[in-house]
């Protein structure tokens, strides 16, 4: 019962706060705020919804670390991006047209922190922890990755190796929170990844389909190179990035003693108290 009662908790206010947000499309500095305010509404829900279902520490949000942990998740996650856009921009897919708007790269720090704490609260935080102590790492990896893909399946530029893309971004954010036992990081890469994309690149983010950031750009080409409707996720570049960069926490977690087989250890796993730091 505590899967569904931490879902719930959380998908309210991540619902909440979205709807909000999007009363205020158009309004940069009110889009910042609301953003940042549901950010942290997501993780106070997280936080009293598992004290009160497991009565336990919190520690994959109160631990050591969690400003470590954001800044690397950021800028590993802007670096990402940024890297698919040179390999894209290398092969003259990619132009600069101008500058863009200041604006609206504020809005979308407010609009993607909150997509990328409420995404990562969910699935990571809820379902890929829970998950993992029913059924070991490797399983958890899959499921709710995949469930994260599905997720996307209704935005409108939306494709299948769109989705397969998403679906292998998810097994990154899962194991980077394997390798570190903390939201930070994973919610650092989702952010930084998906703020690269719309407020600094002006690239579609999921298909979803963002406003103009910093830059004013044009992306051309073949599908299977940029991405096409869905966005330069969907490119060859970043899929192998984003494999390779699972493999690196994978290894990672493997070190520290923190890939857990079926069933074993799966309530230590849960709490998060006897696991390596």
């Known amino acids: 019962m505590r899967l569904v009662w931490q879902l719930l908790a959380v998908a309210a206010v991540g619902i909440i706060g979205s709807q909000v947000a999007m009363a205020f499309e158009g309004n940069a500095w009110a889009t910042l705020v609301v953003g940042l305010l549901a950010s942290a509404l997501t993780l106070l829900a997280y936080w ?21 942990g954001l800044l690397i998740g950021t800028v590993a996650g802007f670096a990402l991006f940024a890297m698919v856009i040179v390999n894209i921009f290398f092969l003259g897919h990619y132009q600069v047209n101008g500058l863009g708007t200041v604006l609206g790269a504020i809005g979308l720090f407010g609009f993607m922190a909150a997509a990328a704490v409420t995404e990562e609260v969910l699935f990571r935080g809820v379902l890929f922890r829970i998950m993992e102590g029913w059924w070991g790492t490797w399983i958890a990896l899959v499921v709710p990755s995949l469930l994260f893909a599905l997720a996307h399946v209704p935005n409108p530029g ?51 389909g963002t ?67």
């Open 158 to 208: 939306a494709t299948v190796v769109g989705i397969g893309a998403v679906f292998i971004a998810g097994t990154m954010f899962s194991a980077a929170y394997a390798a570190t036992r903390s939201l930070w990081l994973p919610i650092g890469l989702h952010f930084g990844w998906n703020y690269a994309a719309s407020a600094v690149f002006s690239t579609e983010v999921s298909g979803a």
């Open 48 to 68: 009293w919804v598992v004290r009160l279902t497991e009565r336990r520490t919190v520690t994959e949000v109160v631990g050591k670390g969690s400003v470590r």
């Open 211 to 277: 406003p103009t950031g910093l830059l004013d750009t044009t992306i051309t080409g073949p599908a299977m190179l940029t991405g096409g409707s869905f966005g330069p996720e969907a490119s060859p570049y970043s899929i192998a990035f984003c494999l390779l960069t699972t493999l690196v926490f994978l290894w990672l977690a493997h070190r520290r003693g923190r890939l857990v087989p079926l069933r074993k250890d799966a309530k230590r796993v849960e709490s998060g108290s006897t696991l390596p730091q």
